[in-house]
């Protein structure tokens, strides 16, 4: 067997101190279904000799990534027929609080931590404060323009700053329909039904913020009749990297006669869903190459360490 060393590296790592990942991340290494082997023992430059992976041989998998890999999969592979739109991916920056008190959530663990489905007392914020807003701004804005310094090999960001108007109508079920539009011009983006497969809960009691790993259905509807239930006004920022989507938003949301609310999100996706379906459809398949069974895999490795690094960005 062949297993390859990647050479990603950490883009934002001049930006701030708090971009150090694990040792996953510095040394990124593909892993199977149990374990990752590597020709070669790992070094330090401080004079300590060559020292193997483990006892094995093999580096333990990180756990963390494969739950949400394994969680992803599971919502992609049993999504229910009927639902013909495209899969989305996400993760949102925000903070999980207790229900009945409004607070930010307090647990006895010390770092990262995945919640239980069946932790049921939390809600998810997917908000965060205006110097957090300008803050991603400007890393995201420097890294599009070259102003901080990346890898000489780092693929190219593209960018795009839209203007849009979202607006929602009652659906069948709990599921309402929204119908985008270009705020300039009026026209229609997308009209469609979010079907929401799962959350994924994700604490971290050491940052500012925590995140929420979302697999939802974006099936298309026709458009509605009858007057809108409210709108949002998206200020929209979407930086583009490799496979994966940031869109950093000004949201205005209004309901008839409210008073406007104005939030600040961040989220990341997917950002070729049929490209996630097609590599999860391999995903440990015995009779493909072992590269392609791993692809999947490795799209969530990548997914999650931008998620984490934005999470590890967020102290403002």
Not at 34 to 43: D, G
Not at 82 to 91: D, F, K, N, Q, Y
Not at 150 to 164: K, V
Not at 177 to 182: K, Q
Request: proline fraction near 5%; charge should be neutral.
């Amino acid at each position: 067997m062949h297993y390859t060393r990647a050479t990603r590296h950490a883009v934002m790592r001049t930006l701030v101190t708090l971009l150090r990942l694990d040792h996953t991340a510095c040394h990124q290494r593909r892993y199977t279904a149990h374990s990752s082997i590597s020709p070669t023992a790992t070094t330090n430059g401080a004079g300590l000799p060559p020292l193997s992976l483990s006892i094995l041989g093999v580096e333990p998998l990180d756990e963390f990534t494969l739950e949400i890999a394994d969680f992803i999969h599971h919502h992609v592979a049993t999504r229910p027929a009927h639902l013909t739109g495209a899969i989305e991916v996400e993760a949102k920056l925000g903070v999980l609080r207790d229900k009945a008190s409004g607070a930010r959530l307090m647990l006895p663990v010390a770092t990262e931590t995945i919640l239980a489905s069946t932790f049921a007392d939390t809600r998810f914020d997917a908000n965060m404060s205006m110097a957090q807003h300008k803050h991603f701004n400007v890393l995201l804005n420097n890294l599009k323009t070259g102003a901080s310094p990346r890898p000489g090999n780092a693929a190219e960001i593209s960018y795009a700053h839209l203007h849009l108007v979202d607006s929602f109508y009652a659906g069948d079920g709990a599921d309402k329909v929204r119908v985008t539009r270009d705020e300039r011009t009026g026209d229609v983006h997308e009209c469609m039904r979010k079907v929401r497969l799962g959350n994924l809960d994700i604490f971290c009691p050491k940052r500012a913020v925590d995140w929420r790993v979302s697999v939802n259905v974006e099936v298309p509807v026709p458009h509605p009749v009858g007057s809108a239930t409210h709108t949002r006004k998206k200020d929209r920022m979407s930086y583009t990297h490799e496979e994966f989507r940031i869109d950093l938003t000004q949201v205005t949301s209004s309901t008839h006669g409210g008073p406007a609310e104005v939030l600040h999100e961040l989220e990341i996706e997917v950002a070729r869903p049929e490209l996630l379906v097609a590599l999860a459809a391999k995903r440990g398949e015995p009779g493909v190459p072992e590269h392609e069974r791993d692809a999947f895999n490795e799209l969530v490795r990548a997914f999650v360490n931008n998620a984490r690094i934005l999470v590890r960005n967020a102290g403002v």
